[in-house]
T-cell receptor, first 114, second 112 residues
Framework: DVKVTQSSRYLVKRTGEKVFLECVQDMDHENMFWYRQDPGLGLRLIYFSYDVKMKEKGDIPEGYSVSREKKERFSLILESASTNQTSMYLC?????????????FGPGTRLTVL | AQSVTQLDSQVPVFEEAPVELRCNYSSSVSVYLFWYVQYPNQGLQLLLKYLSGSTLVESINGFEAEFNKSQTSFHLRKPSVHISDTAEYFCAVIPQTDKLIFGTGTRLQVFP
């Protein structure tokens, strides 16, 4: 069964803290993605990765960075958390070889920055 | 630029009533179309997809969607909803790139 896991379901951090969100998939997928989900805005792509050590900016990369040292793990880093980064963060993965790139999602991490 | 429009942010219905969730997209090229569902406190799950062939696609839990190229629409329908269908529904397209483009979502609330 397809599985994408995220390290935390809920996280509370203070402004200025460095925050790590971890995502692991067990499907040997090449592609991994980080989105944030906000009411009325849907899902917006932050960063994605096609392969180990590869990364590409999405639509809203400002204030975020990512790391992909192993194929199964994709980390999202908030270098200095701010209140406007309070949101639901969703990780997804997909096979590179499929023409339509169906994405499989993790359960999400709800981050609150105080 | 490609975009996806979900015209209704919320759709309240009574149980056993029919429902339609609307989705329109803008793209000058062929696209792949998806509906994802997000149940409360969960991640997104693929509900159904259109890649090619028959323009009417169905899910295992009674939803269907029809690809209409001339109207650039991919509306989601169910003839009789259940309480368990309460969720947020996202329409998405892949316009022959590797990136999904999502709509803003429609919250379906089914009342007894």
């Amino acid at each position: 069964d397809v599985k994408v896991t995220q390290s935390s379901r809920y996280l509370v951090k203070r402004t200025g803290e460095k925050v790590f969100l971890e995502c692991v998939q067990d499907m040997d997928h090449e592609n991994m993605f980080w989105y944030r989900q906000d009411p009325g805005l849907g899902l917006r792509l932050i960063y994605f990765s096609y392969d180990v050590k590869m990364k590409e900016k999405g639509d809203i990369p400002e204030g975020y960075s990512v790391s992909r040292e192993k194929k199964e793990r994709f980390s999202l880093i908030l270098e200095s958390a701010s209140t406007n980064q309070t949101s639901m963060y969703l990780c997804a993965s997909s096979l590179w070889s499929t023409s339509y790139n169906e994405q499989f999602f993790g359960p999400g991490t709800r981050l609150t920055v105080l | 630029a490609q975009s996806v429009t979900q015209l209704d942010s919320q759709v309240p219905v009574f149980e056993e009533a029919p429902v339609e969730l609307r989705c329109n997209y803008s793209s000058s090229v062929s696209v792949y179309l998806f509906w994802y569902v997000q149940y409360p406190n969960q991640g997104l799950q693929l509900l159904l997809k259109y890649l090619s062939g028959s323009t009417l696609v169905e899910s295992i839990n009674g939803f269907e969607a029809e690809f209409n190229k001339s109207q650039t629409s991919f509306h989601l329908r169910k003839p009789s909803v259940h309480i368990s269908d309460t969720a947020e529904y996202f329409c998405a397209v892949i316009p022959q790139t590797d990136k999904l483009i999502f709509g803003t979502g429609t919250r379906l609330q089914v009342f007894p």
